[in-house]
């Protein structure tokens, strides 16, 4: 942890706080991506491993048509059946896909790395 409180890998350390966002949607978006990122990367996650997750949660975003806020159960069931029926993917793949997304999932709603926090100061503008 650093002097300042932040966690490495906390996506509060990717925007300045005070400072009003251009796109708010995007950059808390991209903050969240950079800051999962370095979490496992801290982790001594490959970063091809790394990379690979970051592609399967934009897909499923691109899909969603929602920022992870946003999303809900349903955006994960569409995006399952999708995955299987027109894609053809197998039940291995999806079950990594969705593993992705749950992993993100779970950086996100984890405490320490202040992404709630983040979301809700963004919400009050």
Request: net charge positive.
């Amino acid at each position: 942890m650093g002097g300042d409180g932040l966690v490495p890998g906390s996506a509060r350390l990717h925007l300045i706080d005070g400072l009003p966002l251009l796109r708010p949607d995007e950059q808390v978006f991209e903050a969240m991506i950079k800051g999962c990122r370095n979490q496992q990367l801290a982790r001594n996650l490959s970063p091809g491993y790394v990379d690979d997750q970051e592609r399967t949660v934009r897909a499923f975003t691109r899909h969603a048509d929602a920022m992870p806020w946003q999303w809900t159960p349903q955006h994960v069931d569409e995006w399952s059946a999708d995955l299987r029926a027109v894609h053809g993917c197998v039940r291995s793949t999806l079950r990594n896909y969705q593993g992705s997304v749950r992993q993100f999932c779970g950086f996100l709603t984890n405490p320490a790395y202040g992404c709630l926090r983040l979301e809700r100061r963004d919400a009050r503008r």
